[in-house]
T-cell receptor, first 117, second 112 residues
């Protein structure tokens, strides 16, 4: 089956530092990946759509200069949280769907929990 | 703007009980609706996907129904087991877009 991995699964960092999170599709090629954020007891909220070889599309209210997304290959998208602050502490999840996908079939990574001190 | 609501927020039942989780959405012009399962600190597992033209989908002990006109879906779990304990999320897509709009989820606990 289609597998999406994320690395790291856990990260703790100091306020002001940058953190990079990787999302990989292990056994399929993904032209599009999505990045979500989930605060405790809240819904998953879409942050941005990552398109291979082009700029990401950000949802309203998400700062593109703070959350840098790079989708350099068909199997890898990265999310960099720049100058992280405690309010950025959250659970970040990516998803991807294969190029020959069935509408609605997204595969989710296991998530990355970020804690900014 | 599409909003998805799930009721109840939490549910605790004894093992073996049949149960229903509810999901409602404000804009009935959806493309499809999905139910996911999320275990603590984990990613999501898709359980059932219902296209807008369908009324229900079944997988094992799970049955999901969709009433698009009223903006409602239910997830029925038969003969619940402790392993069913998780948070169940409902999400919709619109207009052929792959963007998912999620509800906050229902946290289910099945007690042995």
């Amino acid at each position: 089956g289609a597998v999406v991995s994320q690395h790291p699964s856990w990260v703790i960092c100091k306020s002001g530092t940058s953190v990079k999170i990787e999302c990989r599709s292990l056994d399929f090629q993904a032209t599009t990946m999505f990045w979500y954020r989930q605060f405790p007891k809240q819904s998953l909220m879409l942050m941005a759509t990552s398109n291979e070889g082009s700029k990401a599309t950000y949802e309203q209210g998400v700062e593109k200069d703070k959350f840098l997304i790079n989708h350099a290959s068909l199997t890898l998208s990265t999310l960099t949280v720049t100058s992280a602050h405690p309010e950025d502490s959250s659970f970040y999840i990516c998803s991807a769907y294969p190029r020959d996908y069935i509408q609605g079939t997204q595969y989710f990574g296991p998530g990355t929990r970020l804690l900014v001190l | 703007k599409q909003e998805v609501t799930q009721i109840p927020a939490a549910l605790s039942v004894p093992e073996g009980e049949n149960l229903v989780l509810n999901c409602s959405f404000t804009d009935s012009a959806i493309y499809n609706l999905q139910w996911f399962r999320q275990d603590p600190g984990k990613g999501l597992t898709s359980l059932l996907l219902i296209q807008s033209s369908q009324r229900e989908q079944t997988s094992g002990r799970l049955n999901a129904s969709l009433d698009k006109s009223s903006g409602r879906s239910t997830l029925y779990i038969a003969a619940s087991q402790p392993g069913d304990s998780a948070t169940y999320l409902c999400a919709v897509t619109q207009g052929g877009s792959e963007k998912l709009v999620f509800g906050k989820g229902t946290k289910l606990t099945v007690n042995p």
